[in-house]
């Protein structure tokens, strides 16, 4: 049980040896920019830090996959902080079991730079709300926000305005769990 194929820096999570797992047996292909991976759904106590409690929390279990930095990461869990709006959602996501109705998430420029995830008010030690951006949730799946003005300078250093960059804009899924930047293909051949 569990991916075996994981390197991780610490076993694989093992339903087995857990006293709180609880079976639900839905088994299902989920499908990342990493690549595919096969999930099951099971319940189970997650906690974050010392405040943070959720017994009987639906959580997937990968139980085989195809995503390279699975098997490279020095991560041991990915913690999806989906919307309870997603579709086909069926379950109480984790943000619904900590009474959290709003986050926030600041990502560092240089490579290796500290990052922030904020539950709750966005107000900390560590974050100014001059340097925040609110972006109102528009998608009915997603987490997904209005996108306006986008340009990008070309090979030649010259700005170009996307197709959905104009006044009507268009929409941008918010994925807390990446940094990449991905666009439609005629967006990227201007």
């Known amino acids: 049980t569990g991916v075996q194929t994981c390197a991780l820096p610490i076993s694989a999570y093992d339903h087995g040896l857990s006293k709180s797992y609880a079976k ?9 920019g990493s690549g595919p991976c096969i999930s099951m759904m099971g ?9 943070l409690v ?11 996959h195809r995503i390279q930095v ?21 379950e109480k996501t984790l943000l619904m079991s900590y009474g959290v109705t709003e986050f926030s998430v600041c990502l560092g ?9 904020t539950w709750g008010s966005p ?3 560590n974050l100014k709300k001059s340097d925040m951006v609110t972006a109102n949730v528009v998608g009915e799946h997603h987490w997904s ?3 306006h003005n986008v340009t990008f300078s070309n090979f030649k ?3 170009a305005q996307i197709p959905c960059g104009g006044k009507d804009g268009c929409a941008a899924i918010i994925d807390s769990g990446t940094s990449l930047i991905a666009a439609p293909g005629d967006a990227l051949i201007q």
């Not at 490279?72 to 999806?80: L, W």
């Not at 420029?109 to 995830?117: D, F, I, R, T």
């Open 109 to 117: 420029k240089p490579s290796g730079s500290v990052g922030y995830l």
């Open 43 to 51: 319940y189970e106590t997650v906690q974050v830090g010392p405040n």
């Open 54 to 64: 959720s017994k009987e929390q639906a959580f997937w279990e990968i139980v085989d």
């Open 145 to 147: 926000a209005p996108l």
């Open 70 to 90: 699975l098997d490279t990461a020095k991560f041991a869990a990915i913690v999806g902080i989906g919307p309870n709006f997603a579709y086909g959602n069926t």
């Open 123 to 125: 107000e900390s030690d």
């Open 157 to 159: 250093g010259e700005q």
């Open 24 to 32: 639900n047996g839905t088994v299902t292909k989920h499908v990342f």
